[in-house]
């Protein structure tokens, strides 16, 4: 498929952009990073433990998605939203913002999922877009890949060019957690702690939906 060149098509991408960043915003303003990732990170342990009532904390099942709005840092950010205009933009073009709006929200939660089965017992808040993001490039590697790979199957090639994708996606994010490291996030005392299970989860129900969600969107047409 070819990128669209037209910014017209990206409502859903823009919208979550301009929220994230807005709610990014805010929480900076009004100093309360630490208590907000505490507040609307997804925990695994209050699935495994429970026992957080009357404690004025988002409710467990909302947390995959406030988790989205909370970063740890403007460096954090920046690189989430780059990669989410860079991948939303033409993948809105072509399934449409419905159907973008279900991949984000199911990477949320997928990514949310992974998460907790690779540490039920983790009391550390994971917060940040990129498990949703995930799901977009997932999608993104599946409608746009290139099969540079030298396999006789096309369809091969295109499945080991998106878990290239996937590695590369990882690493940088590895890079970022590293630079966030520096300054410390105020919440671990060891830097942003990447949920590489998390961002595996995303990127799966990318590339598992992107053909159905594009077949869904010309049924309806």
């Known amino acids: 498929?070819?990128?669209?060149?037209?910014?017209?098509?990206?409502?859903?991408?823009?919208?979550?952009?301009?929220?994230?960043?807005?709610?990014?915003?805010i929480v900076w303003v009004l100093q309360?990073?630490?208590?907000?990732?505490?507040?609307?990170g997804f925990i695994p342990a209050r699935i495994a433990f429970g026992g957080d009532e009357g404690l004025g904390l988002v409710p467990v099942w909302l947390t995959p998605l406030t988790a989205t709005l909370i970063h740890a840092g403007p460096i954090h950010l920046a690189f989430n939203l780059v990669i989410l205009v860079f991948c939303g933009r033409p993948v809105e073009a072509v399934l449409g913002p419905l159907s973008l709006g279900i991949l984000y929200l199911?990477?949320?939660?997928?990514?949310?999922?992974?998460?907790?089965?690779?540490?039920p017992e983790s009391a550390a808040p994971m917060v940040g877009a990129s498990g949703a993001i995930s799901a977009v490039l997932g999608a993104y590697a599946m409608l746009f890949g290139r099969n540079k790979v030298k396999v006789k199957s096309p369809r091969l090639a295109l499945w080991l060019n998106a878990l290239w994708l996937l590695a590369a996606w990882i690493g940088l994010n590895l890079i970022i957690g590293i630079i966030v490291a520096g300054g410390g996030f105020p919440l671990t005392g060891q830097g942003m702690q990447v949920a590489v299970a998390a961002h595996i989860g995303g990127f799966a129900v990318g590339i598992l939906l992107a053909n159905p969600l594009l077949l869904f969107r010309y049924r309806r047409a």
Do not use: C, K
């Open 106 to 119: 199911l990477g949320a939660y997928a990514a949310a999922g992974a998460h907790y089965f690779a540490g």
């Open 32 to 40: 309360r990073e630490e208590g907000t990732a505490i507040w609307g």
């Open 1 to 25: 498929m070819r990128l669209p060149d037209s910014w017209s098509r990206a409502r859903f991408t823009l919208a979550i952009t301009l929220v994230t960043a807005a709610a990014w915003l």
